[in-house]
């Protein structure tokens, strides 16, 4: 190369150099305006009756819109160690290790199989709808070798199944779904703890949409690890995922070969920063505000007391299906002993246009009802009773636009 072609090219990459770079402090560059918003947010408001979120109690609202405190702030310590008790009171636990996933409820289950999943790991997941599917996808993805317990939507895993598999099988984590709230399923968890501990699993559960709805004694009925979600029961907004680990749970994390496949979620690192082991970690910025709205969702599950809330799910869950037996509607879930009652299932006639029916509670009445998801789309409707929502007067609009929708389409069963 010539000289001069050589200090041609040097300069040209000086002048690109400064074009790019600037003085300090000086803007380069011009912004494009092409994509703005400005004016104030517009929010319609709406009676979410469907599978969740459900809407959020304002006392949890209004906590949410206090001024922030700094993620580790003694104050903020404080309400870390309110939600922890909290959790405690709900999961109707004594184990120390309770806290709150920052994320949904996705990242509770995320957090649960990659710290209890090692490789090679013998996973048993009872698959009654898209959570057991996720949660089979999820273990395989964190190395476990699964067994997919995948029973017809609609119906939950049988104790006889359970019990065979984990006694040939000896696997290191089994896996259930208390509500699936796809197929609208209640699993019955009785037994299943000691038979975990005498074949040498750890039971976990999914309570993303049962936790405050439905009973849960974790200690009482031997469950290892739970997680849940923020905005059903709980009557919080989305964004918080409560988490619970026996310390037989926390003893496999502990004795791990190798560290989670995760940093985010790796529990060690969460724990330490919740005080699990008597000293605080920064891992991340705790989600300030989401944790106000739990503290303040788990006073009023705290105030309101477990059986009081669980008798109210039930009491509308029943009232609910007393209308739309009058109907002449009828559940997608056969057995009466495995219908959840939070999220309930509704079998779609023949002949009816079950998304004309949603849309029109939405545009006349302004409510929520969900179709099928998964194994269940096309199939059913699901009608959400959790926490702030779970109140006659919802239950009865839901019927008001159920009987409208069905009126519409000339359903002459009522
Ligand atoms: C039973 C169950 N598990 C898990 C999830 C996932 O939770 P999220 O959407 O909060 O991540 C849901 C959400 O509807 C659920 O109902």
Avoid at 117 to 145: L, T
Avoid at 229 to 247: H, M, N, V, Y
Avoid at 262 to 278: E, M, P, R, S, V
Wanted: hydrophobic fraction near 40%; include cysteine.
């Amino acid at each position: 190369m010539r000289v001069a072609s050589v200090l041609e090219s040097i300069s040209a990459g000086i002048r690109c150099f400064a074009s790019h770079a600037g003085r300090a402090g000086e803007v380069v560059g011009s912004v494009d305006k092409k994509h703005t918003i400005s004016g104030v947010i517009n929010v319609p408001q709406r009676i979410l009756m469907g599978p969740g979120p459900a809407n959020a109690h304002p006392r949890i609202l209004a906590a949410q819109a206090l001024p922030l405190l700094g993620h580790m702030h003694p104050p903020f310590l404080a309400i870390m160690d309110e939600i922890k008790s909290g959790l405690k009171y709900t999961f109707q636990t004594d184990s120390p290790y309770t806290l709150m996933v920052s994320g949904t409820g996705h990242a509770g289950m995320e957090a649960c199989i990659s710290n209890l999943v090692e490789p090679g790991d013998k996973v048993v997941v009872g698959n009654a709808g898209i959570w057991g599917e996720r949660v089979v996808e999820m273990s395989k993805r964190f190395r476990g070798e699964v067994t997919d317990l995948k029973v017809p939507a609609g119906q939950t895993v049988p104790y006889e199944l359970l019990k065979q598999t984990l006694e040939q099988q000896k696997p290191a984590l089994l896996f259930l779904c208390q509500g699936e709230s796809s197929t609208g399923t209640h699993q019955n968890l009785t037994g299943l703890g000691e038979l975990c501990k005498k074949t040498g699993a750890l039971l976990l559960v999914d309570t993303v949409c049962s936790l405050g709805g439905v009973p849960m004694f974790a200690d009482a009925w031997g469950v290892d690890a739970i997680y849940s979600g923020s905005q059903k029961c709980l009557s919080a907004p989305p964004g918080g995922a409560p988490l619970f680990l026996s310390p037989r749970a926390m003893e496999k994390i502990q004795r791990r070969k190798t560290p989670p496949a995760t940093y985010n979620l790796d529990l060690n690192l969460i724990g330490d920063y919740w005080g699990w082991f008597g000293k605080r970690s920064y891992h991340h910025t705790g989600m300030v505000s989401t944790c106000y709205a739990m503290r303040e969702a788990l006073a009023l599950v705290n105030e309101e007391g477990l059986e009081s809330m669980w008798s109210r799910h039930k009491e509308l869950h029943h009232r609910l299906w007393d209308g739309l037996h009058s109907m002449g509607l009828k559940s997608f879930i056969e057995k009466d002993e495995d219908r959840l009652i939070t999220v309930n299932t509704i079998k779609v006639p023949e002949g009816i246009d079950w998304a004309a029916l949603i849309k029109n509670a939405m545009d006349e009445y302004n409510v929520e009802i969900a179709g099928g998801l998964g194994p269940s789309a096309g199939k059913v409707w699901r009608v959400g009773i959790m926490g702030y929502n779970a109140r006659p007067a919802n239950i009865e609009l839901v019927l008001t636009a159920f009987k409208d929708g069905l009126k519409k389409q000339g359903w002459k069963k009522f």
